[in-house]
């Protein structure tokens, strides 16, 4: 069975740090990427970074560059998402999510499979 378990977030004052992680299960791990997204309350669910599975990297918000690292671990199945000086905008449900095939429709808030989701609030 296809599962994708995020964990890691939490409360945090403004300027603090979170490291978000997504376990995989191994059957899914070489699909064609792999995406963090957020989504609040309202809002159609973003994508905020993806990886491929040759390594590349795209972060699709602005207000994200500099601050939040996408990376993964081919060994531990798992996929990370680094975020510093957090920001109360920052504040969402966190999803990740996995995509079989190309294109990568993190780009469009999309994907094949999905965790469980993981919220982060971040506090001024």
């Known amino acids: 069975q296809v599962q994708l378990t995020e964990s890691g977030g939490g409360s945090v004052q403004a300027g603090g740090s979170l490291r978000l992680s997504c376990v995989a299960s191994?059957?899914?791990?070489?699909?064609?990427?792999m995406g963090w997204f957020r989504q609040v309350p309202g809002k159609e669910r973003e994508g905020v970074a993806r990886i491929l599975s040759d390594g590349g990297i795209r972060y699709f918000l602005d207000s994200v560059e500099g601050r939040f690292t996408i990376s993964r671990d081919d060994a531990e199945n798992t996929l990370y998402l680094q975020m510093n000086s957090l920001k109360p905008e920052d504040t969402a449900m966190y999803y990740c999510?996995?995509?079989?095939?190309?294109?990568?429709?993190?780009?469009?808030?999309?994907?094949?499979?999905w965790g469980q989701g993981t919220q982060v609030t971040v506090s001024s």
């Open positions: 999510g996995a995509v079989r095939k190309s294109p990568c429709s993190v780009t469009i808030g999309r994907a094949d499979y």
């Open positions: 191994a059957s899914i791990y070489s699909t064609y990427c």
